[in-house]
Structures are given as C-alpha cells and as structure tokens.
C-alpha cells in the first residue's frame, strides 16, 4: 500500500495496471501501442516535436499520454496526468 512503481514498455499493460490499483499501488510505466487495448491515439506527425496527447480510459482509472519527441512515448500511469505544460527552448539538437 501506498507505493509508487515506475517501469518500462516491457512490464506495462492495462491489466497490469488495474490490478496493481486493486492492491493500492500507484505504477507509471511507458507502454508499447499493441499493449493498449485499442486506446484510439491520433497520428502524430514527425515535425511535431513536443505535441502532447491524453486519453483516459472508460473506467477513468489510467491515463495514456502519448508525447512526441524523436520518436513517440507512451506513458500509462493510474496516479498522475501531463499536469502544466510550459515552452522551453532546445538547446541540443
């Protein structure tokens, strides 16, 4: 109880995170897109650096943010959304 668990696409699906929110803890992990039970994200286009999606789920108990950056990450947490987005200025290409 009361525990954060953070992992990676390999250990993250929706059912994994609705049983571990039955047992009280709160888990974000990144997700793969075929583990997502058909969450309908828009495409995102490769010049969209930055762009930031949210979709929850039916239930209202997980939140897939997809965020576009060199490629696109999927992250599915049951304890937090994208919060306040600010502008910032790249300084590495």
Same mark, same amino acid.
């Given at each position: 109880? !009361?525990?954060?668990?953070?992992?990676?696409?390999?250990?993250?699906?929706?059912? =994994?995170?609705?049983?571990?929110?039955?047992?009280?803890?709160?888990?974000?992990?990144?997700?793969?897109?075929?583990?997502?039970?058909?969450?309908?994200?828009?495409?995102?286009?490769?010049?969209?650096?930055?762009?930031?999606?949210?979709?929850?789920?039916?239930?209202?108990?997980?939140?897939?943010?997809?965020?576009?950056? !060199?490629?696109?990450?999927?992250?599915?947490? !049951?304890? =937090?959304?994208?919060? !306040?987005?600010?502008?910032?200025?790249?300084?590495?290409?």
């Amino acid at each position: 109880m !009361n525990h954060k668990l953070f992992a990676d696409k390999y250990f993250t699906s929706i059912p =994994v995170i609705r049983y571990l929110s039955s047992q009280g803890i709160c888990y974000a992990g990144t997700v793969r897109q075929n583990r997502l039970m058909g969450c309908p994200l828009p495409p995102v286009k490769k010049k969209d650096h930055g762009q930031i999606d949210e979709m929850v789920t039916a239930e209202g108990d997980v939140v897939i943010t997809q965020w576009s950056d !060199n490629r696109t990450v999927l992250l599915a947490p !049951n304890f =937090v959304g994208k919060g !306040n987005v600010d502008q910032v200025r790249r300084w590495s290409e």
